[in-house]
């Protein structure tokens, strides 16, 4: 199993180009999750997925959408970037389990995106 | 008060040493609480659960105390393959609150 997939791996835009970052995961979890990192700020939560054909806003949306394309793909879109965008996005996704055991969280190895 | 606070480092300690995390959080109807472990420029990973009872894992132990709102991580007899940084993470009902994370460097 390849776990948790992300491409591009870096990504380089000007200000106002647009973007998609894709996230696969086959280990048939139900949720995914899309965050980034910055420089003394920690993970933020960007948007979520609870299951295939539901997404809701975490702490972080604006300048972003997102997809759920089917239970293992889940897309995030920047459609005009912005230098405040500059950060590492983390995909990760998880599923329950047993009913008696807390979901793990299983992050791909992340986005460099820089935008100037 | 933030949400989830994390020990600013980073902690540096000799081979060996004995090493202690800790974290509080503020969300009194947290459900579950964790430790992940983020290597330089990595995706974090998750190194344990922490149960209300305690728990162990080899070298390392993890507590929770629900009255306090406080969680803590212990490593024992430090290895230099244990540098990394340490987040503190805590779930509400559907989603992750990620600690800024402690960066631990072990040194021979």
């Known amino acids: 199993n390849a776990g948790v997939t992300q491409t591009p791996k870096f990504q380089v835009l000007k200000t106002g180009q647009s973007m998609t970052l894709q996230c696969a995961q086959d280990m048939n979890h139900n949720s995914m999750y899309w965050y980034r990192q910055d420089p003394g700020m920690g993970l933020r939560l960007i948007y979520y997925s609870a299951s295939e054909g539901t997404t809701d806003k975490g702490e972080v949306p604006n300048g972003y959408n997102v997809s759920r394309l089917n239970k293992r793909e889940f897309s995030l879109r920047l459609e005009s970037a912005a230098p405040s965008q500059t950060s590492v996005y983390f995909c990760?996704?998880?599923?329950?389990?047993?009913?008696?055991?807390?979901?793990?969280?299983?992050f791909g190895p992340g986005t460099r995106l820089t935008v100037l | 008060r933030k949400e989830v606070e994390q020990d600013p480092g980073p902690f540096n300690v000799p081979e060996g040493a004995t090493v202690a995390f800790n974290c509080t959080y503020s969300n009194s109807a947290s459900q579950s609480f964790f430790w992940y472990r983020q290597d330089c420029r990595k995706e974090p990973k998750l190194l344990m659960s922490v149960y209300s009872s305690g728990n162990e894992d080899g070298r390392f132990t993890a507590q929770l105390n629900r009255a306090s709102q406080y969680i803590s991580l212990l490593i024992r007899d430090s290895k230099l393959s244990d540098s990394a940084t340490y987040l503190c993470v805590v779930r509400g009902y559907s989603t992750l609150t990620f600690g800024k994370g402690t960066m631990l460097l072990v040194s021979p």
């Open positions: 990760a996704s998880s599923g329950r389990l047993e009913r008696h055991e807390t979901d793990t969280q299983y």
